[in-house]
């Protein structure tokens, strides 16, 4: 399993925006499909976003589209997420995850990640 630590959550207003960072410890990342999960609590894991490690393909879930943005820097070994126009709703702590799997068709939402991260918590919050 890899080591993967989230930072650049925080508390933030309706409308605010925060980028998080998911460092991963790896020789090379771009082997690698990172996604972005979150979880409030009483609720179910949801998937936020993914990248593929072969040809950066994203996905988005529905409820975050047009406002989120993933990307990579197999350099720093880092995957951010960026996120703008910030609703209560998207309350919760996230986590990134890695799997040297391939997506063959389908969503990388949908793989079966091996490494997890311990989290961030973002509150979204007047």
């Known amino acids: 399993q890899l080591h993967l630590v989230e930072s650049g959550g925080g508390l933030v207003q309706p409308g605010g925006s925060l980028r998080l960072s998911c460092a991963v410890s790896?020789?090379?990342?771009?082997?690698?499909?990172i996604a972005w999960f979150r979880q409030a609590p009483g609720e179910e894991r949801e998937g936020v976003s993914c990248?593929?490690?072969?040809?950066?393909?994203?996905n988005y879930a529905d409820s975050v589209k047009d406002r989120f943005t993933i990307s990579r820097d197999n350099a720093k070994k880092t995957v951010f997420l960026q996120m703008n126009s910030l609703k209560p709703e998207d309350t919760a702590n996230y986590y990134c995850?890695?799997?040297?799997?391939?997506?063959?068709?389908?969503?990388?939402?949908?793989?079966?990640?091996?490494?997890w991260g311990q989290g961030t918590q973002v509150t979204v919050s007047s």
């Open positions: 995850a890695a799997d040297p799997g391939i997506v063959v068709g389908g969503s990388c939402l949908d793989l079966q990640y091996s490494s």
């Open positions: 790896v020789f090379a990342l771009e082997t690698y499909t």
């Open positions: 990248i593929s490690g072969s040809r950066s393909t994203t």
